[in-house]
T-cell receptor, first 113, second 110 residues
Framework: DSGVTQTPKHLITATGQRVTLRCSPRSGDLSVYWYQQSLDQGLQFLIQYYNGEERAKGNILERFSAQQFPDLHSELNLSSLELGDSALYFC????????????FGPGTRLTVL | AQRVTQPEKLLSVFKGAPVELKCNYSYSGSPELFWYVQYSRQRLQLLLRHISRESIKGFTADLNKGETSFHLKKPFAQEEDSAMYYCALRRGGSQGNLIFGKGTKLSVKP
């Protein structure tokens, strides 16, 4: 599958813990975006990286951080987890150029107990 | 503030009936608008974008700047159209992030 991949699919953890979500973009895509989908807030943009550099920040909590590595994969780190962090976390990637499309991964479902 | 509103959480129609999924936006510049669809157990995928003015799977959407709307329409719904539909606005140019509406679940009954 040459699309966006995300691991793990599911993650169950306890409050106060820290987890890392991983995203591999489509081959050649330089931009990676992270979105959080929760029942009450819907799909919300968290952060974007472009070729290793942070490009834009959305509603990302200080407890959350991300990075994009030289091979262009990205990781989203969530720490001091709270019950309210339970959500689906999507990664998307897009190529450079005008009118490009964002391609979404299957998501990681995080459950904080 | 930049915002996308989809007023209907759920829309239920019978097969063969026309469908209109509403989307209104608030944006200070020239908006770039999209419809994404998520079928059951599949990932979010682009359905269409206003800039290309194309029809995908029989769906069309016209950007109405006066009414700040981008409603999605299909003249004859099919059962396979049942899915979650998200209207989205892109900010910040071609590499910008998306602002999504909360989505409308379309259910097409036989």
């Amino acid at each position: 599958d040459s699309g966006v991949t995300q691991t793990p699919k599911h993650l169950i953890t306890a409050t106060g813990q820290r987890v890392t979500l991983r995203c591999s973009p489509r081959s050649g895509d330089l931009s990676v975006y992270w979105y959080q989908q929760s029942l009450d807030q819907g799909l919300q943009f968290l952060i974007q990286y472009y070729n290793g550099e942070e490009r834009a920040k959305g509603n990302i909590l200080e407890r959350f951080s991300a990075q994009q590595f030289p091979d262009l994969h990205s990781e989203l780190n969530l720490s001091s987890l709270e019950l309210g962090d339970s959500a689906l976390y999507f990664c998307a990637s897009s190529p450079s150029g005008a009118y490009n499309e964002q391609f979404f991964g299957p998501g990681t479902r995080l459950t904080v107990l | 503030a930049q915002r996308v509103t989809q007023p209907e959480k759920l829309l239920s129609v019978f097969k063969g009936a026309p469908v209109e999924l509403k989307c209104n936006y608030s944006y200070s510049g020239s908006p770039e608008l999209f419809w994404y669809v998520q079928y059951s157990r599949q990932r979010l995928q682009l359905l269409l974008r206003h800039i290309s003015r194309e029809s995908i799977k029989g769906f069309t959407a016209d950007l109405n700047k006066g009414e700040t709307s981008f409603h999605l329409k299909k003249p004859f719904a099919q059962e396979e159209d049942s899915a979650m539909y998200y209207c989205a606005l892109r900010r910040g140019g071609s590499q910008g992030n998306l602002i999504f509406g909360k989505g409308t679940k379309l259910s097409v009954k036989p």
